[in-house]
Every structure is written in structure tokens, then in C-alpha cells.
């Protein structure tokens, strides 16, 4: 018997499994789709379910849209908070990354002078973003200068040095879409945290990728795309906003009960 030889077996049964996975999904063609960082095609499952959830709104939109879908969105808060270790009540569903970004960038109260800290490396809407309300509000924004392969003791220097009495926001990428490098983020908001600094995390390339506790990095605010790694219809991504900030961050649109 030769040790080194493959096992046919195992590699069959291995090959059967992904057979069975691909199964699952729609075929991608004509072209192979590589790019789930930006969206990852859905299981034929979660495809039927979203089609058949359209026909039935369809069929009486005022009332199965409102008084039957929407009645399954605490459940579904439930399962997600459970995912990412938050609570129900800090999480706010929304459409993708940028519009969960959005409603942190422009919600979060700052003043003419205020200091917000980015990156070169920072998805571009978020760049801009902070740059309109630079324009809008007279806000001042840093960027952190690190090379993306740099070490994770140089980065949190490049942040730390450039903090100031004046920083009142931290902005902070979890996973580049360059490249997939991961930041340290746990220590980056543990320092921002001990200066009174809020942080804001793009998460939209580490949920369902990799684990993530929102508890265990203690930022402010957590934003991901579920129609990335989670595999959810295109168009839904969650914001996670910490208690500590509910209360006084602005939403990005006015909710429909707005206390007077």
C-alpha cells in the first residue's frame, strides 16, 4: 500500500459534496461569477422564496406588505442579532453598506471644527461622505497615511498620531475590498474608546466571511451588505447601532412615528 498515494475515495466524496453544493445555486453564466464582495448570487432557494414573497405582496400589496411581511422583521432581527452577538433593538435593516455607512456619516451630531479620522483605504463612498460634510459642515477630515501591507502595530500608530483633542469620530475599515487585509480593529476601538472617540465599522466584507462579535470589538456602529457572504437577495444590508448612541444619532430618514 503506498501512504502517499491520494485517496480516490475521500477525493470523490469531496468532489460529490461540492457537486451538491453548486447544486444549490443558480448557474452562473455566461460568465463565472467571482466577485461575492460585491454580491453573492443567492441560492435557488433564497431566489424562489424572494420571487414567491413578491407575488404574494402583489396580490394584496396594503395588506400583505405591511400586516404580513413586515410582521416577520423582529424574527428576523432575532436570528441576526444572535449571528453577530448584539441585540434586536440595535439593529435597523436597510439596503447595502453605503446607505447603512450613510445614516452613521451624516446621523452622528458633529460641529465646525470637529476631526473625523479615514484612510486612503476606505471604500470611496465613505471618503465621500466625509468630504461632503467637510464641505456641507465645516468638519475636518484627516487622512491616516500606512501603506495597506503594513504591520498592524504601524497602522495603529498611523491612527494614534494623528488623534487629536479635536477627533471626535474614528473611521474604520474591518476588511479591505483591495485586498482582503483585516485591520485591528478590536484595538483600534478599544483606544478611540479610552479618548472618547466614536467609531464607525465597515464591516461589509467580514460578516458571514469570518466571525464577528459586536460586543467583543465595542464600537459604535457596525455596517455590513447581507447580499455579500450571507447570501441574502440583492438590496439588504443591516446597520448595528450601539445603545450608547441610539438616542443621540440622527436617522438618516425620518421615521414614520416621530414623537412631536
Given at each position: 500500500m503506498n501512504l502517499f498515494a491520494p485517496d480516490l475515495k475521500a477525493e470523490t466524496k469531496g468532489e460529490e459534496l461540492w457537486e451538491r453544493v453548486r447544486?444549490?445555486?443558480?448557474?452562473?453564466?455566461?460568465?463565472?461569477?467571482?466577485?461575492?464582495?460585491?454580491?453573492?448570487?443567492?441560492?435557488?432557494?433564497?431566489?424562489?422564496?424572494?420571487?414567491?414573497?413578491?407575488?404574494?405582496?402583489?396580490?394584496?400589496?396594503?395588506?400583505?406588505?405591511?400586516?404580513?411581511?413586515?410582521?416577520?422583521?423582529?424574527?428576523?432581527?432575532?436570528?441576526?442579532?444572535e449571528l453577530i452577538d448584539c441585540t434586536p433593538d440595535e439593529i435597523a435593516l436597510n439596503r447595502n453598506s453605503s446607505e447603512g455607512l450613510s445614516a452613521a456619516i451624516f446621523g452622528i451630531p458633529l460641529t465646525k471644527g470637529d476631526q473625523v479620522l479615514i484612510s486612503n483605504w476606505d471604500y470611496p463612498s465613505v471618503r465621500a461622505g466625509w468630504l461632503q460634510r467637510h464641505h456641507r459642515d465645516g468638519i475636518e477630515v484627516v487622512n491616516c497615511a500606512f501603506d495597506i501591507m503594513d504591520s498592524d502595530e504601524d497602522i495603529i500608530d498611523a491612527y494614534v498620531e494623528a488623534m487629536t483633542p479635536r477627533t471626535c469620530v474614528l473611521q474604520l475599515t474591518h476588511m479591505y475590498h483591495w485586498n482582503g487585509r483585516v485591520l485591528p480593529i478590536e484595538r483600534l476601538c478599544r483606544i478611540a474608546r479610552e479618548r472618547n472617540i466614536i467609531t464607525i465599522v465597515d464591516g461589509a466584507q467580514t460578516f458571514a466571511q469570518m466571525p464577528v462579535s459586536f460586543r467583543q470589538l465595542d464600537c459604535d456602529f457596525f455596517i455590513t451588505s447581507l447580499h455579500k457572504w450571507l447570501g441574502a437577495p440583492v438590496g439588504n444590508g443591516m446597520l448595528i447601532v450601539n445603545r450608547r448612541q441610539i438616542d443621540r444619532t440622527w436617522p438618516l430618514l425620518a421615521p414614520f412615528d416621530q414623537p412631536q
Open positions: 447544486a444549490q445555486y443558480p448557474a452562473q453564466e455566461p460568465l463565472l461569477n467571482l466577485n461575492n464582495a460585491a454580491v453573492s448570487p443567492p441560492t435557488i432557494a433564497v431566489q424562489e422564496a424572494t420571487i414567491d414573497a413578491y407575488r404574494f405582496i402583489s396580490r394584496n400589496p396594503d395588506y400583505n406588505m405591511w400586516s404580513n411581511l413586515d410582521a416577520a422583521l423582529p424574527g428576523i432581527k432575532r436570528d441576526l442579532a
